[in-house]
């Protein structure tokens, strides 16, 4: 390989428990392993600027590369509205040949997961944390099933808990994933503008379905249309994009005729605002728990208020020293992110993981050309 004789004796001197341990809990766990490089490894994903080098994951892996996969992402506090628009969202694109992606999250993420199954097609889980973690707990049902017709995979190893760093980094996986990636509800700061952001910056596709322009839960879905992003009323407008590249993969006797066409059970669970996982138990797949409805219920929906702004100056000492860096590049203003780059000396995938970080945290904001700024109070 080349290696000179400092780096091999440093390579023989490492401890290799720490991947022993890991390859016991995988064999316990019954997760399989992934590298970048195995054939198997989708290569959209790896293509893109800093792709996990190990996947680790439970049931099966889709065709990534030969299908539409479709990203379906959005706030944990969703409406009633928002509910139904991702599971039927996911029903349509799973109904029409698509594989829908998603975090397994609270609300629009859990909806459109739960729509694709319904359907009786595979969805794909992204997790914040080991693919051994059912996260939230709530979606243990949504989870055993995934696992049994579709997808779960993580890039942490097994056992690492879920914590607010993960969720931004796993990102990156659902957008490089997929062909495109669809925003059904998102408010001002929601993390799915993020992921949105990354399938920009990764050249995919941008989708977002129109909400109430009054509701707070839609300002930020709403802005993606108003900068370009392509507006969507059913899943058949989002894989009609992908008709020429999948034309041996895409259904398109199985769109909807019309925006509503969706079963009549899920319809009117929307009407009542009751729990809409209870079509599950009637899905094409044989469903083996009873209880889909229940784990998945009320709490889909999170009442809990938003963070406050976060002070550039209180929050200092909980950075990471990458962040730190380059908070201290920007406080004399706002900069080129190739300039900050030049200054920090940091590596482009590390920079972008930072800058997400920092973006989430509300310490940082973007701006039109490839400039960032430190965020002010109003």
């Known amino acids: 390989m080349g290696l000179k004789e400092d780096a091999k004796a440093a390579l023989l001197e490492k401890d290799l428990t720490s991947a022993e341990e890991i390859l016991e809990a995988c064999d316990r766990e019954k997760l399989h392993i992934l590298t970048c490089q195995d054939a198997a490894y989708p290569a959209r994903l790896k293509n893109i600027a800093d792709p996990p080098i190990v996947l680790y994951y439970k049931?099966?892996?889709?065709?990534?590369?030969?299908?539409?996969?479709?990203?379906?992402?959005?706030?944990?506090?969703?409406?009633?509205?928002?509910?139904?628009?991702?599971?039927?969202?996911?029903?349509?694109?799973?109904?029409?040949?698509?594989?829908?992606?998603?975090?397994?999250?609270?609300?629009?993420?859990g909806m459109a997961m739960a729509g694709a199954l319904t359907a009786g097609a595979p969805a794909v889980g992204v997790?914040?944390?080991?693919?051994?973690?059912?996260?939230?707990?709530?979606?243990?049902?949504?989870?055993?099933?995934?696992?049994?017709?579709?997808?779960?995979?993580?890039?942490?190893?097994?056992?690492?808990?879920?914590?607010?760093?993960?969720?931004?980094?796993?990102?990156?996986?659902?957008?490089?994933?997929?062909?495109?990636?669809?925003?059904?509800?998102?408010?001002?700061?929601?993390g799915a503008l993020i992921t949105a952001r990354l399938a920009a910056e990764q050249g995919r596709d941008v989708f977002a379905v129109p909400g109430n322009i009054d509701q707070p839960s839609f300002v930020g879905s709403n802005r993606l249309l108003r900068d370009g992003a392509i507006m969507v009323s059913s899943g058949w407008d989002v894989l009609s994009e992908y008709e020429a590249l999948f034309p041996d993969k895409i259904r398109k006797e199985d769109a909807p005729a019309r925006q509503t066409a969706y079963p009549d059970e899920v319809r009117k669970a929307a009407e009542e605002e009751k729990p809409l996982l209870k079509v599950a138990q009637k899905s094409r797949l044989p469903r083996?728990?009873?209880?889909?409805?229940?784990?998945?219920?009320?709490?889909?929906?999170?009442?809990?208020?938003?963070?406050?702004?976060?002070?550039?100056?209180?929050?200092?000492?909980?950075?990471?020293?990458?962040?730190?860096?380059?908070?201290?590049?920007l406080s004399g203003g706002e900069r080129l992110v190739d300039d900050v780059i030049a200054e920090t000396g940091l590596s482009t995938g590390k920079l972008l993981s930072s800058l997400t970080m920092l973006e989430l945290k509300g310490i940082l904001k973007r701006l039109p050309g490839k400039r960032i700024v430190l965020s002010r109070k109003l």
């Open 59 to 109: 049931g099966r892996l889709p065709d990534f590369d030969g299908s539409p996969v479709i990203g379906v992402v959005g706030t944990r506090k969703a409406s009633a509205y928002g509910l139904t628009t991702a599971k039927r969202m996911g029903y349509q694109i799973a109904r029409c040949g698509g594989i829908v992606v998603s975090g397994m999250a609270y609300g629009i993420d």
């Open 127 to 190: 997790l914040g944390c080991g693919a051994d973690i059912v996260y939230p707990i709530s979606n243990r049902a949504l989870f055993r099933d995934t696992e049994e017709y579709g997808c779960i995979l993580s890039e942490f190893a097994p056992g690492t808990p879920p914590a607010k760093w993960t969720f931004p980094k796993r990102n990156r996986i659902i957008s490089g994933l997929s062909c495109g990636v669809l925003v059904v509800e998102a408010p001002e700061k929601s």
């Open 288 to 329: 083996k728990n009873a209880n889909l409805k229940k784990d998945l219920a009320p709490q889909g929906i999170d009442k809990t208020p938003s963070a406050p702004y976060s002070d550039v100056g209180s929050v200092r000492p909980k950075l990471s020293p990458e962040e730190q860096t380059i908070v201290d590049a």
